[in-house]
């Protein structure tokens, strides 16, 4: 496991606040209440002056120059990938590819690690609890190879039925993909188990860490998964900037997803040879100033320590889910034993849209909708839930605040 926590007891999680300028402001004349950290994470300033400093003082291209700022530039691009490589816990720097988001990882694996393994008539299996992210890219690569998309269910906690699983698992299944945490429900998946079926079946495994890079110590190489993807813009950095891990030894065997510059050795007419990892994988001009911003994230989220952090969203988590079990008509939706600081909940009576725009009223920041996962609804029943979703720069202050402004927006509505 990483070795990057401090012990808690030198953690102030109120002075954390206090780094994130946004933060500080007010919205309709009340001081902001941000609870929507599950769709994007507000920013410490220390990513926004690496961002304003990289471009003010020190902005040029990587890779293709002689000159000083290119070779800064590419120094630092590479060393933000090693402090990946570290935050992951993965083998070699070379397993780090960036990409622009979970998003488009799950895209790129879907389209090579298809066009490598996929044939007609094999499966992939995904989870009944998954966002669009972790679908739609599979329903496209099955369409594409006549493959078959087989789903795990979930049971009424939300927890997966890991009988089931076992039973769908065969010859055929070539790879799973599955959420470590759900951005719905707040499922925190059993993934070591998980790996362990998936290889035992000969499947290859893919986990959407959206939900789990910013809140949770992660290990792939423990974990033992084959690809992990996760978004810059959840982890406290820019957005345009996400992260796709795979074991060198299938990407190696893997297509590249793009054309273009950067990801060749050499091109002739008649035939491209294609560059070593990680750069078959990164065609064209890629992110830069986003590269550098996020490597002050993981440096900002890495001295706090990620054990810390889990912690704290954990006390939260409990701390608000005592108090909103005791409105009256209000029900959580996804109540798995181990779960991230995310609360669905739909309240008797009362449309969530009118939950959420009544707490902007009151400054509280909350997600109303179907949270890109529209099966997980029909799960349940409902067409969307609203969501509170807790990060590091949350206090128990929030929460209160929070439920006396719900206990408040729930009599007006009711
Ligand atoms: N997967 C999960 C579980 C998510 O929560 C999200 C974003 O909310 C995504 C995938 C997609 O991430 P992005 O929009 O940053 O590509």
């Given at each position: 496991?990483?070795?990057?926590?401090?012990?808690?007891?030198?953690?102030?999680?109120?002075?954390?606040?206090?780094?994130?300028?946004?933060?500080?402001?007010?919205?309709?004349?009340?001081?902001?209440?941000?609870?929507?950290?599950?769709?994007?994470?507000?920013?410490?300033?220390?990513?926004?002056?690496?961002?304003?400093?990289?471009?003010?003082?020190?902005?040029?291209?990587?890779?293709?120059?002689?000159?000083?700022?290119?070779?800064?530039?590419?120094?630092?691009?590479?060393?933000?990938?090693?402090?990946?490589?570290?935050?992951?816990?993965?083998?070699?720097?070379?397993?780090?590819?960036?990409?622009?988001?979970?998003?488009?990882?799950?895209?790129?694996?879907?389209?090579?690690?298809?066009?490598?393994?996929v044939?007609?008539g094999d499966e992939i299996l995904i989870s009944e609890?998954?966002?669009?992210?972790?679908?739609?890219?599979w329903?496209?690569?099955?369409?594409?190879?006549?493959a078959v998309l087989k789903v795990i269910p979930?049971?009424?906690?939300?927890?997966l039925v890991m009988k089931e699983y076992a039973k769908l698992l065969n010859p055929k299944t070539k790879l799973v993909a599955i959420?470590?945490?759900?951005?719905?429900?707040?499922?925190?998946n059993p993934i070591k188990e998980i790996a362990k079926m998936a290889h035992g079946a000969g499947a290859k495994i893919l986990?959407?860490?959206?939900?789990?890079?910013?809140?949770?110590?992660?290990?792939?190489?423990?974990?033992d998964v084959d690809?992990?993807?996760?978004?810059?813009?959840?982890?406290?950095?820019?957005?345009?900037?996400?992260?796709?891990?795979?074991?060198?030894?299938?990407?190696?065997?893997?297509?590249?997803?793009?054309?273009?510059?950067?990801?060749?050795?050499?091109?002739?007419?008649?035939?491209?040879?294609?560059?070593?990892?990680?750069?078959?994988?990164?065609?064209?001009?890629?992110?830069?100033?986003?590269?550098?911003?996020?490597?002050?994230?993981?440096?900002?989220?890495?001295?706090?320590?990620?054990?810390?952090?889990?912690?704290?969203?954990?006390?939260?988590?409990?701390?608000?889910?005592?108090?909103?079990?005791?409105?009256?008509?209000?029900?959580?939706?996804?109540?798995?034993?181990?779960?991230?600081?995310?609360?669905?909940?739909?309240?008797?009576?009362?449309?969530?849209?009118?939950?959420?725009?009544?707490?902007?009223?009151?400054?509280?920041?909350?997600?109303?909708?179907?949270?890109?996962?529209?099966?997980?609804?029909?799960?349940?029943?409902?067409?969307?839930?609203?969501?509170?979703?807790?990060?590091?720069?949350?206090?128990?202050?929030?929460?209160?605040?929070?439920?006396?402004?719900?206990?408040?927006?729930?009599?007006?509505?009711?």
């Open positions: 496991m990483q070795k990057q926590n401090k012990a808690s007891s030198i953690v102030d999680f109120n002075q954390i606040r206090e780094d994130f300028p946004m933060l500080k402001k007010s919205m309709h004349g009340k001081p902001l209440v941000y609870l929507d950290s599950a769709a994007t994470a507000q920013k410490p300033q220390a990513v926004i002056d690496a961002i304003t400093n990289f471009y003010q003082n020190q902005y040029g291209t990587v890779h293709r120059a002689v000159y000083e700022l290119s070779v800064h530039a590419t120094q630092e691009y590479q060393n933000v990938r090693k402090q990946i490589q570290t935050f992951l816990n993965s083998a070699k720097p070379e397993e780090i590819i960036y990409t622009r988001g979970t998003t488009e990882s799950i895209n790129m694996i879907a389209y090579s690690f298809g066009k490598a393994f044939k007609p609890m998954e966002h669009h992210s972790n679908i739609v890219p329903q496209i690569l099955c369409e594409d190879r006549g979930m049971d009424d906690k939300g927890d959420a470590h945490v759900s951005n719905s429900l707040g499922t925190i986990i959407d860490g959206a939900q789990s890079a910013p809140h949770l110590p992660i290990d792939v190489q423990d974990l690809f992990f993807v996760f978004s810059g813009h959840k982890v406290l950095g820019p957005t345009g900037i996400g992260i796709l891990y795979g074991k060198a030894s299938l990407l190696d065997q893997m297509p590249p997803a793009q054309g273009g510059g950067d990801m060749i050795e050499t091109v002739t007419f008649p035939k491209t040879t294609y560059n070593v990892l990680p750069l078959k994988f990164e065609a064209g001009t890629p992110m830069i100033a986003e590269v550098v911003g996020l490597g002050a994230a993981i440096r900002y989220m890495t001295s706090v320590g990620m054990e810390n952090i889990r912690q704290h969203e954990q006390e939260l988590l409990a701390y608000a889910t005592e108090q909103m079990k005791e409105i009256p008509g209000l029900r959580i939706i996804g109540t798995a034993d181990h779960k991230g600081g995310i609360i669905s909940f739909v309240v008797e009576g009362v449309h969530p849209l009118d939950i959420g725009t009544m707490l902007d009223l009151k400054g509280i920041a909350v997600r109303t909708g179907h949270h890109c996962a529209q099966p997980t609804m029909r799960h349940f029943g409902i067409p969307a839930t609203a969501r509170a979703s807790f990060a590091l720069y949350n206090t128990k202050d929030d929460v209160d605040r929070f439920v006396v402004a719900l206990r408040d927006v729930i009599k007006m509505l009711q």
